[in-house]
């Protein structure tokens, strides 16, 4: 089992800045691939982005590239994931996940097999 817990969530106004961490609870962290979901109202969950084991590779899905940028902290089995230039748009519940049977990073849900409880992130224009 891998629990996940996000924070850093708030609300920003348009343009503004938010670091959300995840916090994962199992020591072979640092062998998973890791990404970041969102899902806004009545909007299917979607990819934001996701980072390799080694933080050698990452991957965004093209309406945050350039905005935010994903990180991970093996020693800390935290990754992080800043957002800049917010957008109202952006406005979701953020979740966590972690992909535990490959340490390539992907933006497909379905490689995904544990996740955070999500925290909201809210974009006033």
């Known amino acids: 089992q891998v629990q996940l817990v996000e924070s850093g969530g708030g609300l920003v106004q348009a343009g503004g800045s938010l670091r959300l961490s995840c916090a994962a609870s199992?020591?072979?962290?640092?062998?998973?691939?890791m990404g970041w979901f969102r899902q806004a109202p009545g909007k299917e969950r979607e990819a934001v982005a996701a980072?390799?084991?080694?933080?050698?590779?990452?991957a965004y899905t093209d309406s945050v590239e350039g905005r935010f940028t994903i990180s991970r902290d093996n020693a800390e089995n935290t990754i992080y994931m800043q957002m800049d230039s917010l957008k109202p748009e952006d406005t979701a519940v953020y979740y966590c996940a972690a992909a535990t049977l490959t340490s390539v990073q992907t933006l497909l849900r379905r490689a995904y097999n544990y996740w955070g409880q999500g925290t909201q992130v809210t974009v006033s224009s």
């Open positions: 980072i390799y084991w080694s933080s050698v590779f990452t």
């Open positions: 199992r020591r072979t962290f640092s062998r998973y691939a």
